[in-house]
């Protein structure tokens, strides 16, 4: 093997632990179906369908107690915006009614978590 070959390869073993941290020991994977945006090390996974929708809130794979959040979801869709305020619902914040969530439709969720906002925005699929 040729000197520069032992020197990539060494680079390669080398780097790939650093590389691996890069998911911060977390993956985001949706878990209940949704759509999953990571903003500040925290997970959001937005489940959107017409007549429901939720919010998940994980902080590196756990999930965030959300007795006291607050959430405000806009849907933009066809040229049409719809303003939704999610409540806490167990484990995730929530809202019921009817709701365009067509594909493509665009999501902005402003959290507010223990005082500090939080911006999420979506695509649905």
């Not at 996974?45 to 929708?53: M, Q, S, T, Y």
């Not at 590196?60 to 869709?77: C, I, N, Q, R």
């Not at 939704?84 to 507010?112: I, N, Q, R, Y």
Request: glycine letters at 10%.
């Amino acid at each position: 093997m040729k000197p520069y070959a032992w020197i990539f390869a060494a680079s390669l073993i080398l780097t790939g632990p650093a590389l691996a941290g890069g998911t911060h020991g977390h993956d985001h994977a949706p878990r209940h179906g949704g759509i999953v945006v990571e903003v500040k090390d925290m997970d959001f996974e937005l489940v959107a369908k017409a007549d429901r929708i939720q919010l998940h809130v994980r902080d590196h794979g756990k999930p965030v107690d959300l007795k006291a959040a607050s959430a405000k979801l806009t849907l933009l869709s066809e040229g049409q915006k719809q303003e939704v305020e999610l409540k806490p619902a167990g484990d995730k914040l929530e809202a019921t009614g009817s709701f365009k969530t067509t594909p493509g439709t665009k999501a902005v969720a402003v959290v507010s978590l223990n005082g500090k906002p939080a911006t999420a925005r979506f695509v649905l699929k």
